[in-house]
């Protein structure tokens, strides 16, 4: 048996909004990275940036 999970409108407007930041976040690298339209691509990208501006601001790198 699975248990519902219930969000209230708030939390599923959040969620919306920081999804839909995703998804324009991982466009605008493909196209400057010369690969538009491959969605995989640009959150491979925009993922592994993110990672390493994260690791060079903490002196990683």
């Known amino acids: 048996m699975t248990a519902l999970l219930t969000w209230s409108r708030e939390v599923e407007g959040r969620l919306h909004g920081i999804m839909v930041d995703i998804h324009d976040h991982c466009l605008r690298t493909v196209e400057e990275y010369g690969v538009p339209g491959n ?20 002196g990683v790198l």
């Open 39 to 58: 969605d995989v691509a640009g959150a491979n990208m925009a993922g592994f940036i993110k990672v390493a501006d994260a690791m060079i601001d903490q």
